[in-house]
């Protein structure tokens, strides 16, 4: 049976490296496309990704498995130092978000990807993760309110949500497309 | 929300969201990145260590402090001329009929004997023999004769003993 990344969390901080390559190789892909989807820079998802493991290998670590799963930390950490950098943007007078810098948007091609794209970085946060994790990354329900830490009744509701309102922005976009083709 | 609704929201988001999932699926941090946070990880354990270097601390800690107490147990008498601390209790006692103890120092009549342990210190100075006489010592010389001196002070900040500097016997 494999560790959970609790026990791995555990071991690390006894400066097992083993339990620490493990870790990341298990949360930081997905940890990545989160912070991807979600900043829609690859910049600055290398940069808050590596923050955020950065702050649970440090002495002074705040991570208590007694209060959520490790995911729920690292996932919580990447959306509070993306939230930061977009405050210090605006701070700089930077345009936020920055839709010509958006590369993820540039990679879209298509435009119905596009717009599930737009539409999903303005979902609300509780939402955008739901799909986030159900869809884009496949996970069941209870692995995703595992990483989230909430009910999984609670998942189902936030997704069946977000749903609604991502289909509401594709609609007309579907319909507009179907015109044209006849 | 009817089925057909719910049905209809299904047919618009999956070809979208499939890919959209086809193209993140390959995005990941670069390698490097991975090699740099491993590099800290090492570097922050090493200098902490883990509980073996604090348990290897700890215990050449202890044995510094036994190292220094063996020591300065050993040599009491040094101790003394360096003035951190009186070693032996009552060394003062046996010279209060006005003798002078090994060290050279005699004692100030009336002046309270060092209790054991007690800090003293030592300071040297010039005094007159006129001082000296204030203090209550007997002078085979002249009062007006400067004398180099070491005045050994108590924990209280009051003298306790002189010893003449060039001749040890006042």
């Given at each position: 049976?494999?560790?959970?990344?609790?026990q791995?969390?555990?071991r690390?901080?006894?400066?097992?490296?083993?339990?620490?390559?493990?870790?990341?190789?298990r949360?930081?892909?997905?940890l990545?496309r989160?912070?991807f989807?979600?900043?829609?820079?690859r910049a600055?998802a290398e940069?808050v990704?590596?923050?955020?493991?950065?702050?649970i290998?440090?002495?002074?670590?705040?991570f208590?498995p007694?209060?959520?799963?490790?995911?729920?930390?690292l996932?919580g950490?990447?959306r509070?130092l993306i939230?930061?950098?977009?405050r210090?943007?605006?701070v700089?007078g930077?345009?936020e978000?920055?839709?010509?810098?958006?590369?993820l948007?540039?990679?879209?091609d298509e435009?119905?990807s596009l717009?599930l794209?737009?539409?999903?970085?303005e979902?609300?946060?509780p939402?955008?993760d739901a799909?986030f994790?159900?869809?884009?990354?496949e996970r069941s329900y209870?692995e995703?309110?595992t990483?989230?830490?909430?009910?999984v009744?609670?998942?189902?509701?936030?997704?069946h949500?977000?749903r609604?309102?991502?289909?509401?922005?594709l609609k007309?976009l579907?319909?507009?497309a179907?015109?044209?083709?006849r | 929300m009817d089925?057909k609704d719910?049905?209809e929201?299904?047919?618009?988001l999956?070809?979208?969201i499939?890919?959209?999932r086809?193209?993140?699926?390959?995005?990941?941090?670069?390698?490097?990145?991975r090699?740099?946070?491993m590099?800290?990880?090492v570097?922050?354990?090493r200098?902490?260590?883990?509980?073996?270097?604090w348990a290897t601390r700890a215990?050449?800690?202890a044995l510094l402090?036994?190292?220094v107490t063996?020591?300065?147990?050993g040599?009491?008498?040094?101790?003394?001329r360096t003035?951190?601390e009186v070693?032996?209790?009552?060394i003062w006692n046996?010279?209060?009929?006005?003798?002078?103890?090994?060290n050279?120092?005699a004692?100030?009549?009336?002046?309270m004997?060092?209790?054991?342990?007690e800090?003293?210190?030592v300071?040297r100075?010039e005094?007159?023999?006129?001082?000296?006489a204030?203090?209550?010592?007997s002078l085979?010389?002249?009062y007006?004769?400067?004398?180099?001196?070491?005045i050994?002070f108590g924990?209280?900040?009051f003298?306790?003993?002189?010893?003449m500097?060039?001749?040890t016997e006042?």
């Open positions: 049976m494999e560790p959970s990344n609790e791995l969390y555990c690390t901080r006894k400066g097992d490296q083993g339990a620490m390559e493990t870790l990341y190789e949360c930081e892909p997905p990545y989160y912070a989807q979600l900043s829609g820079s600055v940069e990704t590596h923050e955020a493991f950065l702050q290998i440090r002495p002074e670590s705040r208590n007694d209060r959520g799963s490790l995911e729920a930390y996932y950490t990447v509070n939230r930061a950098a977009r210090s943007q605006a700089e930077i345009e978000p920055a839709a010509e810098d958006d590369i948007r540039a990679l879209i435009e119905m717009a794209h737009s539409a999903l970085q979902l609300p946060s939402f955008r799909v994790l159900c869809d884009l990354e209870e995703a309110a990483t989230l830490g909430c009910p009744g609670t998942i189902r509701s936030r997704l949500r977000a609604q309102l991502l289909a509401a922005r007309p579907r319909l507009s179907v015109s044209i083709a | 089925r719910w049905l929201d299904e047919e618009v999956q070809e979208p499939r890919r959209l086809a193209m993140l699926a390959e995005e990941r941090s670069p390698e490097w990145r090699q740099r946070l590099a800290e990880f570097r922050l354990h200098r902490s260590g883990g509980w073996l270097a215990a050449a800690a402090a036994l190292a063996l020591v300065w147990r040599a009491p008498e040094s101790a003394q003035g951190i070693a032996q209790p009552g046996h010279v209060l009929d006005g003798s002078m103890d090994e050279g120092f004692p100030i009549p009336y002046a004997p060092l209790a054991a342990g800090c003293i210190r300071m100075t005094v007159t023999g006129a001082a000296l204030q203090m209550g010592m085979p010389w002249g007006e004769d400067d004398f180099d001196v070491d050994l924990d209280d900040g003298p306790r003993a002189v010893r500097v060039s001749n006042i």
